[in-house]
């Protein structure tokens, strides 16, 4: 099946053949779908917390802060920009020369409303002679959108997002990136007055990334007074996919063979490579102005609350269990509770288990890492959600699942999934470090059997792509998942440029 050539292509990815019979046989057999006990809701899998609840969450997160615990905030940020402006691709390849489109129509409306028109206009001045104002008085739109996204002008068709302007301030105009470094000093800054932050780059974008984060330290240094320790990762080439044909056999383009990336449930590797004991997660592009944080920085520290104590107590139980001997049936019967109560783990109705059997099983079900991840009530927003599943060894537990996951032609099934009340706006907290404190390996956590398979085309051919298991999804599903329910206030993407005109991002 492979030549020379190609087991030299794959050894330098560092991937292993078996790897690759794995990935190809998943194209044959596909993933099944995940058994959905029921959607996780407000008192079934998903807690609220009572204000009560919040200041003594609140209270033990501002104290684990003055402990010597490393912590850090995680962001992927290797997308690319590109889809924030598909409506603007369309009209500059479209006949018209006006906008048309009401979204056409809404971005020229108010384009002095977004934090890159100083900028954007400057590239007019510079490229066509004239001022947007006027290019507007003359029709030239699609000069301006081109000034925007192509390599010429500002060049953001073509950017991260991450580095894109997206809100005014009095002194300042900050993109996502700054964004994040304002949260974290808000949120995750450690008792020598540090804050972590670890970004995960493309490989292409990784200089503009460092060049933008060294002109922009030493003024967030000063208004923080803070020490910000800025650090970067790529997506490894090993976990690339390889790509199939029709029949299911290694796609070649002019006979190589294709990998493509493996999707952001690759960045569980980044993740394992970091040494830290709470990892906070966000996207790159839910962030909102200083204004707007109080909420988004009181309920980050509320879910980092739960975390600390959580685990506090898993770790308690873990230290009695490990003793030589059985604990009392008493005993036993608490840490079922708790992990069926406070960390959604149980056994099948109608299983009992007893004695060392239960002992056992409960060291297994608390000795993992850990996740609260903050849930939003649905409101349309594109998200995973949260369900209650069944896992592979029959128990059950609470998990994040995309609509792929789910048998849509099983009406019970899909009756279930559009029963859902919540959805992940990717908003974690991570304990990845035992009882002894040492770091979990978290590839030894990757449920496999959740990937996902897409159709794609490459030079007009056909193919099919193979996306690792998600990372929020079946990469973290052998975790303990504790859901909580956090204000819609507290997720502000932006998918489409006009969505910075939302009043959030104004």
């Not at 807690?47 to 402990?67: A, G, H, P, Q, R």
């Not at 504790?482 to 507290?490: A, G, K, S, Y």
Request: charged share 25%; hydrophobic share 35%.
């Amino acid at each position: 099946m492979f030549n020379a050539t190609d087991n030299l292509f794959i050894e330098k990815k560092g991937i292993s053949i078996n790897q690759i019979n794995e990935q190809l046989n998943s194209f044959k057999t596909g993933f099944p779908f995940l058994k959905i006990i029921s959607p996780a809701t407000p008192g079934k899998g998903i807690k609220v917390v009572t204000e009560d609840e919040k200041k003594s969450l609140l209270k033990i997160w501002d104290e684990f802060l003055n402990s010597e615990a490393d912590i850090l905030k995680f962001v992927p940020a290797s997308g690319a920009a590109s889809r924030m402006f598909k409506d603007l691709f369309e009209f500059i390849d479209g006949t018209s020369e006006t906008p048309v489109k009401p979204a056409e129509i809404k971005f020229f409306e108010n384009i002095e409303k977004f934090a890159f028109y100083n900028s954007l206009n400057e590239a007019c001045i510079k490229n066509e002679g004239k001022n947007i104002p006027d290019l507007i008085k003359l029709g030239a739109y699609k000069a301006i959108v081109k000034n925007l996204l192509l390599n010429n002008g500002l060049n953001y068709g073509n950017l991260p997002k991450g580095l894109l302007l997206f809100h005014n301030y009095k002194d300042d105009k900050r993109t996502p990136v700054k964004e994040h470094l304002a949260e974290g000093a808000m949120y995750a800054s450690n008792a020598k007055n540090e804050v972590n932050i670890h970004f995960t780059v493309s490989t292409e974008h990784r200089a503009l990334f460092e060049q933008h984060l060294n002109e922009s330290l030493p003024a967030f240094e000063s208004k923080f007074g803070k020490k910000f320790i800025v650090t970067f990762s790529e997506q490894k080439p090993s976990t690339d996919t390889i790509a199939a044909d029709s029949n299911n056999e290694p796609f070649r383009d002019n006979g190589k063979l294709v990998f493509r990336p493996g999707g952001h449930g690759a960045l569980i590797e980044n993740l394992n490579d970091l040494n830290y004991d709470i990892i906070f997660i966000k996207n790159i592009d839910n962030v909102v102005p200083d204004s707007l944080k109080p909420e988004t920085v009181t309920y980050k520290k509320v879910i980092a609350g739960l975390l600390v104590s959580l685990q506090k107590r898993s770790f308690e139980y873990l230290q009695e269990m490990e003793k030589p001997g059985i604990l009392s049936e008493n005993k036993l019967q608490e840490i079922a509770n708790f992990c069926k109560n406070e960390l959604n783990n149980s056994l099948p109705a109608g299983k009992e288990l007893k004695g060392m059997e239960l002992q056992h099983y409960l060291f297994e079900k608390l000795n993992r890492p850990i996740r609260v991840c903050g849930m939003v009530k649905n409101t349309g927003e594109p998200g995973g959600g949260p369900f209650l599943t069944v896992n592979q060894d029959g128990t059950i537990s609470a998990q994040i699942l995309e609509s792929s996951q789910i048998d849509q032609n099983n009406p019970d099934e899909k009756a279930k999934m559009m029963n859902s009340t919540h959805f992940n706006p990717v908003d974690l907290v991570c304990g990845v470090k035992n009882y002894k404190g040492e770091k979990f390996d978290l590839l030894k956590h990757v449920d496999k059997n959740t990937g996902f398979i897409s159709l794609k085309s490459k030079n007009g051919k056909e193919l099919k792509a193979l996306e690792l298991p998600g990372l929020w999804n079946g990469a973290m599903s052998d975790w303990n998942n504790v859901f909580v329910e956090v204000p819609i206030d507290t997720f502000n993407p932006v998918k489409t440029v006009n969505d910075l005109l939302r009043p959030q991002h104004q």
